[in-house]
């Protein structure tokens, strides 16, 4: 009788539910594996799509996807807890209790600023939260986002769009939007598709306080109530509601520290090979994917086939054993992105520049939500 495989996936975003369905998809039917999905949350946050609910409260009720249907057979389940630490066969939980694995997948991913990235473990209050912002920002007469990277300028169009009588103002630390590899052509379109929405967009200069307004940003990066800012070179801002988009605070990697410290990079990242083992021959059967990683650049749809290439690679040491050969993970070469400026376009760089109209189809209309729905098996379940 063939021993049973225990494979285990810990974390349910973009990266750790492609893992997981892909090893459902390989191995779900076979009766000598199990597979684990360990998750805090009980429910999939289509985070990509968060800020239409802040203009548009129920639209929340469509970001928050169970996980009823991610697999297909008995032999998959899901746990809701809190990885604690993380061991060479087993996994340890908030509480004390064990989850041994042969095969594990890291997908733990990078903490930022809540409403992007909800802090609530059930959905019911990751609803709430978004539907308590968006009523602020209906009251208010003026908003500040702070960030102007994707999400501070998705926020901002979104507001702008919706709400065209409020003052939106936008400040930045950079002297271009979206930080990154990206063409002057692409940051200067997105400046003045914010600006033609009336945004007021102040680059180049740092809100100053933040820490006392946001003790712990990941908990709650939100704050209601009139409120005077100052940045750095003395210009005074004041807003009713204020959002923080400053990017990734944190990558979750803390975990792998009861296995080597030396996985962690400098930028608090773990370490990964080509073929998204663990970069240590001790644990050549732990894999990590998506945020969390050295891998490539942090962008949700290059977690997708991170997380497939691991499951691929898990199965084919199941499959063949120590000496299969793994296929290895080629970080992007081109730069991608589609920003949304509200729900009637945005800017992207795809081969080129394109404006209103392509990011119109492509992303703004919807925000992708009924496709990640079909996705997790839910299709019919879409709340319409």
């Known amino acids: ?168 103002t936008l400040v930045h630390a950079s002297t271009t939007l979206m930080n990154g590899p990206y063409s002057d052509k692409f940051k200067a379109r997105l400046l003045s598709t914010l600006q033609q929405r009336k945004v007021n967009v102040v680059l180049g200069e740092k809100v100053e306080g933040l820490k006392a307004l946001f003790p712990d940003p990941t908990q709650k990066g939100w704050h209601v109530g009139e409120t005077f800012v100052k940045t750095n070179k003395g210009r005074e801002i004041n807003a009713d509601v204020i959002l923080l988009a400053t990017g990734n605070s944190l990558f979750n990697s803390h975990l792998v520290q009861s296995l080597s410290e030396d996985l962690i990079d400098a930028k608090g990242q773990l370490k990964v090979r080509p073929t998204l083992q663990l970069d240590n021959d001790a644990f050549p059967h732990i894999f990590a994917a998506g945020d969390v990683t050295n891998a490539d650049m942090k962008l949700a749809y290059l977690a997708k086939p991170q997380a497939e290439l691991a499951a691929d690679n898990i199965l084919k040491l199941i499959k063949s054993g120590p000496d299969a050969k793994l296929a290895a993970y080629k970080p992007s070469t081109s730069v991608l992105a589609v920003v949304s400026i509200g729900r009637n376009g945005g800017v992207a760089q795809l081969l080129g520049v394109w404006g209103d109209w392509v990011v119109k189809m492509l992303k703004s209309k919807d925000l992708f939500v009924k496709r990640y729905w079909a996705d997790l098996g839910l299709a019919k379940e879409f709340p319409q």
């Open 1 to 168: 009788m063939l021993s049973t495989k225990k494979v285990v996936v810990i974390g349910g975003r973009y990266a750790g539910v492609a893992a997981a369905m892909r090893l459902n998809a390989g191995l779900g039917h076979q009766e000598n594996v199990d597979l684990t999905l360990i998750t805090k949350e009980d429910y999939f946050q289509h985070n990509l799509g968060s800020f239409r609910a802040l203009v548009e409260p129920s639209f929340a009720e469509k970001l928050f996807i169970p996980y009823s249907k991610i697999f297909t057979s008995s032999n998959g389940k899901i746990v809701q807890g809190t990885v604690v630490a993380i061991h060479p066969n087993h996994v340890v939980l908030a509480g004390g209790s064990n989850v041994p694995f042969d095969y594990l997948v890291i997908a733990t991913g990078s903490s930022y600023p809540s409403p992007s990235k909800s802090s609530k473990d059930a959905r019911t209050e990751s609803i709430a939260e978004l539907q308590e912002i968006a009523t602020a920002i209906k009251e208010a007469k003026s908003v500040l986002i702070v960030g102007g990277g994707p999400v501070g300028i998705e926020i901002a169009g979104e507001v702008a769009t919706d709400y065209p009588e409020k003052k939106v």
